[in-house]
């Protein structure tokens, strides 16, 4: 069966300081992958997508960057960070676009 | 674009009441429409999902009704329990292949 993996699950970074988070899924090849980000007590924020290594779509323009350097591995990025990038990222797979998609168990950021 | 509401934002039943989760859409062409429950602190699982070309589809306590003239879709959970309290999110799945979810609802079952 597929699983996926986010790492960290919870992280506090001072303001200013670089940003990676990542998400793993196993059990599947070729995946379609996506981040969202989930501010406190509100929806589910598409951030970016991907249909395969090195191809990402972003969703909204912002402090943020994706990468997909394996098939099956989807990193979430930042140079510098903000105060408004707190919040719980969570990391999705699907088998294609318009799939169901299937998220992983998230990563609570708190930047001071 | 696409525009899911989804209502209410917050609910509280006694157990073994029912709850009712109501979503409405823009997209006539959406066809795809899934339900996630999240607990605190986790990632959204999916409970149940429903295709435009059925009407109502049930999984036990949990059943989705969905209602393409009025574009609403709707989750029934019945006989409740407290390890039902969660948020619930409802999404479709428009014409360019995007998920579009609601804002999610917190359900809390007093025992």
């Known amino acids: 069966s597929q699983t996926i993996h986010q790492w960290p699950a919870t992280l506090v970074q001072p303001v200013g300081s670089p940003l990676s988070l990542e998400c793993t899924v196993e059990g599947t090849s070729n995946p379609n992958l996506y981040w969202y980000r989930q501010a406190a007590g509100r929806g589910l924020q598409l951030l970016f997508y991907?249909?395969?290594?090195?191809?990402i779509s972003s969703e909204v323009p912002q402090n943020l960057s994706a990468s997909r350097p394996q098939d099956r591995q989807f990193i979430l990025s930042s140079k510098k960070l903000l105060l408004s990038d707190s919040g719980f990222y969570l990391c999705?797979?699907?088998?294609?676009?318009?799939?169901?998609?299937?998220f992983g168990p998230g990563t609570r950021l708190t930047v001071l | 674009g696409e525009n899911v509401e989804q209502h209410p934002s917050t609910l509280s039943v006694q157990e073994g009441d029912s709850a009712v989760i109501k979503c409405t859409y823009s997209d006539s062409a959406s066809n795809y429409f899934p339900w996630y429950k999240q607990e605190l602190g986790k990632g959204p699982q999916l409970i149940i999902d429903i295709r435009s070309n059925v009407g109502e589809k049930k999984d036990q306590r949990i059943a989705v009704t969905l209602n393409k003239t009025a574009k609403h879709f709707s989750l029934h959970i019945t006989e409740t329990q407290p390890e039902d309290s969660a948020v619930y999110f409802c999404?479709?799945?428009?014409?360019?292949?995007?998920?579009?979810f609601g804002t999610g609802t917190s359900l809390t079952v007093i025992p």
């Open positions: 999705a797979w699907s088998s294609g676009l318009g799939a169901t998609q299937f």
């Open positions: 991907s249909v395969g290594i090195g191809q």
């Open positions: 999404a479709d799945l428009n014409t360019g292949n995007q998920f579009y």
